[in-house]
């Protein structure tokens, strides 16, 4: 059973509007929620965290959401450069050294 | 910093072949993990380490084996490759685990003929 979903493996969006990228898990008990973003040829790098007992996270032109009676994280990117394309993974665990990684989403800036 | 370094870069193996992917760190992390990456399956952990001399099966370990003799390094061994192996494999480590993300290698490419 997958724990950890990225329904959409890729997603388009315009230079300067917002890209939204979404993650679903399946158990309530995850404590900690994080995101990566990988270029090709690199290996993934580290890029926002929130934990559950926050809803939101922000770093820069970076928000993490999270709706935890929903199971529902997401990242929103605004306003969008095209050196943001890359792939986005989910990365959510608990405290007890389990941790699932999401599909992953390609994300494409259009310049 | 080079953070975290993994040998080789690229490989191609015939099928039956043997041999052993390197990982270095050099930040003093208690934890390491390698990873496969196949489309559209993400990043799939094969086994990791909490420490020096410890190793754990993760979500697919069959046809791999690991050993940690050194904290710094985690050693990743396939004893007769298979086709299915090919894959991209990454490297990781981390401090623990909780909030702390984990660090990437640039992976090692490997194709079984």
């Known amino acids: 059973d997958q724990q950890v979903k990225q329904n959409s493996p890729s997603l388009s969006v315009q230079e300067g509007r917002i890209s939204i990228l979404n993650c679903d898990y399946t158990?309530?008990?995850?404590?900690?929620f994080l995101w990566y973003k990988k270029y090709p040829a690199e290996g993934p790098t580290f890029l926002i965290s929130?934990?559950?007992?926050?809803d939101k996270n922000e770093d820069g032109r970076f928000t993490v959401f999270l709706n935890k009676s929903a199971k529902h994280l997401s990242l929103h990117i605004v306003p969008s450069q095209p050196g943001d394309s890359a792939v986005y993974f989910c990365?959510?665990?608990?405290?007890?050294?389990?941790?699932?990684f999401g599909t992953g989403t390609s994300l494409t800036v259009i310049p | 910093n080079a953070g975290v370094t993994q040998t080789p870069k690229f490989r191609v193996l015939k099928t039956g072949q043997s041999m052993t992917l390197l990982c270095a760190q050099d930040?003093?992390?208690?934890?390491m993990y390698w990873y496969r990456q196949d489309p559209g399956m993400g990043l799939r952990l094969i086994h990791y380490?909490?420490?020096?001399?410890?190793?754990a099966k993760g979500e697919v370990p069959d046809g791999y084996n690991v050993s940690r003799l050194k904290k710094q390094n985690f050693l990743l061994g396939l004893e007769s490759a298979a086709p299915s192996q090919t894959s991209v494999y990454f490297c990781?480590?981390?401090?623990?685990?909780?909030?702390?993300?984990?660090?990437f290698g640039d992976g090692t490419r490997l194709s079984i003929l």
């Open positions: 990365d959510i665990r608990n405290t007890g050294n389990q941790f699932y």
């Open positions: 990781a480590s981390s401090q623990h685990t909780g909030n702390q993300p984990q660090h």
């Open positions: 929130i934990s559950s007992i926050k």
């Open positions: 158990n309530s008990m995850f404590d900690y």
């Open positions: 930040m003093n992390h208690e934890y």
């Open positions: 380490s909490v420490g020096e001399g410890t190793t």
